[in-house]
Structures are given as C-alpha cells and as structure tokens.
C-alpha cells in the first residue's frame, strides 16, 4: 500500500540553495572556468567523458564541476544529459592505427617500428608531492624534436607474421553491431556488447577485477603489448553526401594485452589477447578494460570458470556505475512504510518466538511433575 | 562532359575541405569567415542542431567493429538563392560554426567564389591545424627512448 505524505518542499529547497553555496566555496576565491577544468584537471574530464559514454569536454567539465568533483555524479550528469539529444548515426569503426600518437609504450618489445613515445606520462615519476604546484607555477615549455613521422603499425601486427598470435576478432560477416544503450542485455553476451559494456564501465571496479586475475583468480598471464594514446578522425556516411563526412578528432586510449596461453581443446597454444579502448587519456582504465575483456573470453577459448572476473553477468551486469549508484543510494531515500510493514512483521516473529521459547521452557518442567 | 575522374576530384574537394572547416577551432573560422566577407544570405533547410552519433571502435584495433561511446555533434544545411545546397556535420555544440561551414560549403561550389574561399578560408586553417599537429608531433618526438646497451667486460 502507497501512503501518500506531503511535506519536505521548503527542505528540499533551502537544501539545494544551501548545496549551491557550498558549491561555490568561498567568495573571495574566484569562481572555476571550465576552461581551468578542462586544461587543469583533464583526466578527471577524460574519465566523465569515458563513462558518462559521450565525447564533449565542454560538457564534462560543467558536470565535474557541478557535482562538486564528485566523479560519480559527474558521470551521472552526463549521461541524464544525453538522452535528451536526437542521434544522427553510427560512425565508421576509427582507425586506431592512423592515430596522431601523443604516447605509445609496448612491454614485450624495445626496438618497434615508431619508437617508444613516453608522452605526458606520470610513469618515472617519484610521486613526491611537489610544494611548489601550491603556487602559481610556471613550467618550462616542452621539449621538441625534429624526425621523419614514422608508421607505427600495432604491436598485434607485428606478432601476427608467424601465426603465434590470435587476430583482432570476428563476428559474423554482415552482423551489425550491437548497441547495450538500445536492447535489454542478454546473457550470454557476444563480445561487440561486452566491449561497449566495458568502455564505460566503473575505473574502480575494472580495476579490481583486473587485479584479481593478476592475483590468481583466473590468471591470464597477460603482457601490455601496446598502449597508445592520441586523436584518431571520426567519419561518418550520411543519406545527403555520397562520400563519408570528417566531423573531427577525438582523443582515445587503445590497449592490446597480449596473453600467453597455453591451449585448450578448442584451441592450440599461442598468445591470446585482451583489448582496451576508452575516451581521453585514460591509460589504466584500458589496461583494465583488456584485462577483463580477455578473462571474459574464457568460454570462447574453452577455459574453466573459475573466477569472479571471467563471470559475464557478474562483470557486465555490475560495471556500470551509474546504475550500481542508483540502486544503492537510493536506500537513503524514504522507505518509512516499507520499514513499518517491517517492523510489525519482525514484532510479530519475535512474539512467536518467544512464545515457542516460553512453551519449551515449562515442558521439562511438566514432565518433572509427571515423575 | 565532365568525366568520372573530374567528378571524383570535386567531391573530394568537398570533403577535404568539410573536414577542415569541422576540425578547425570555432573561433579562427569565424574570424576568417568574417574577413572574407562573403555573402551571408541563405534559406536554412536544416539547423543548426546538436544530436549524437555513437562511436565505432574494432576489436583489437582491426577487428569486428562495436558501438563504444558517444560523441556530440551539430549540423546544418543551407541553400543559396542560385540552388546550392550546403552541408556541415561536425563534433561539438557549436551551432554558429556548424551554420557558416554550411553556407561555405554551399558558396564554394559557385565558381567564382571557390578560389576565394581557399585563399582566405581553407588555406589558412589548413596551415593553422597542420601547425598545431607538428608541434604536437615534435613535443612526442622529444619523449621517444634512445636504448643504447652498456658494454660490459673487454672485447
């Protein structure tokens, strides 16, 4: 039964005008720019654009910034905002291999083709904090260096002459993309859904869950074969232009782990692999992504389940963040009959129980005054 | 007549020069807009107006294609007086950028107003783009690692 209880507008009010004071800070100090967001603090609008799931910084700056830096928040921001907006279509694939590389390190090998580009990295730092940022500092300009622009073909390929490596992976010819934002998802899931599942899934809980197969639980001994990171150009074919349309450059994360795998009945020993692909420079996010992207490949490749992180519905159905907010904050919320229909069913259980105790109690006692 | 070959050569004219205008910061096509001082008149057929397009990526880099994020996108159609109909799609909210691309692409398929407009209006933004990805390149260059192995022991 639904109790209908008015009240708490006036709370609710003077709350958000509160909140939008606290927002604001102090006075004296001036306000944010999102251009100081999004220039300053571009990771933290890389990771609302990731998986907020929409490419606009501009946008994802203002969410950061009204949620406070709340990143969660920010997130859910952007993705209220989107379904406000009409689609237009699905772009071309990107290219990751004609990529404007901004950084691009592999670990399994030192001389590729195109170099190791460390890029704006915080790898090699000491992560001491550095007083001097308090201030208003004022770092020297990059370094440049003049060089013929080399090719720079994915590790991937290099691996794939000798037959040792899997290939980028199928679906069946013809087969249209599916899309998680517009079909009910469906267990088990093909791995085009489950790469979109993942792209903007929670940092945290990939995370974790790539983690735990480094730690056993599901091991996959997988090697960062390549990461880059740079602007790749979006294309698209629309019904008026009979020539697909540029519509500009987007900045994109790529990861290929490389797994060693040592066969199955299904398949013969090589390297296996795990792909990453996230908005912005988001470097840890599309390790993890590959990470789990591979471990949920285990029954494709004909591997035991073991493990949490190779659990499709477990992974998919807990990464988004969003959702998994959702239904946990929204315990905060009034549940007051709920909890009262609770309370007198609990009352109610425990006036039995004390009964059926009250009752085993002055049995013994009968039979003591039988004898 | 004009041939296949020609033909094939105007569109990609055209394309280039779409991509340029939506790869180029709003504000320096306003601002050659503006100097180049091209007529303004125009029927607006469509826009501008911000929608999405979903994102493609392959599996593995060259695989089998999946949708994985969204990106904001605007665009407009214009037709001049004479007919010529304009486009422009590109990334971003911009309706303003999105409206003058528009009617550029529509005024360069005029002949007297296409070499203009790669004087004053491509020309310049292409330098301007390629410009930037040069210093961006040469500012990667200077991270790449030189390995050089230490020679241990007498040879």
Known sequence: MYVAVKGGEAAIRNAHKLLADRRRGDRSVPALTLEQITGQLALAVDRVMAEGSLYDCGLAALAVKQARGDMIEAIFLLRAYRTTLPRFGYTRPIETAAMLVERRVSATYKDLPGGQLLGPTFDYTHRLLDPELAGDSDPATPETRERESEAMPRVSDILAHEGLIEEDGSLPENREPGDITREAPEFPMDRDLRLQALSRGDEGFLLALGYSTQRGFGRNHPFAGEIRIGEVDVEIDVPELDFPLTLGRIRVTECQMVNQFKGSMKVPPQFTRGYGLVFGQSERKAMAMALCDRALRASELGEDITAPAQDEEFVISHADNVQATGFVEHLKLPHYVDFQAELGLVRQMRREYEERRQADAEKPQRREAAE | ?155
């Open chain 2, 1 to 155: 007549m004009v041939s296949r070959q020609e033909r094939q050569a105007t569109l990609e004219r055209r394309r280039e020069a779409m991509a340029v205008m939506a790869a180029a910061p709003g504000e320096t096509l306003m601002q050659l807009w503006s100097s180049a001082a091209l007529p303004e008149e125009a029927e607006t057929l469509r826009g501008p107006e911000t929608g999405l397009v979903t994102v493609r990526g392959r599996m593995g880099g060259g695989g089998a294609a999946f949708n994985f994020g969204e990106a904001t996108v605007t665009r407009a159609t214009v037709k001049l007086a004479t007919g010529e109909v304009g486009h422009a799609y590109m990334l971003g909210r911009e309706k303003t950028k999105a409206k003058v691309a528009a009617l550029v692409d529509a005024l360069r398929q005029k002949p007297e107003f296409e070499t203009l407009i790669e004087e004053k209006i491509l020309a310049p933004l292409r330098d301007k783009l390629a410009e930037g990805d040069a210093e961006r390149r040469s500012e990667t260059a200077a991270t790449r690692v030189d390995f050089f192995t230490m020679v241990r022991g007498e040879d």
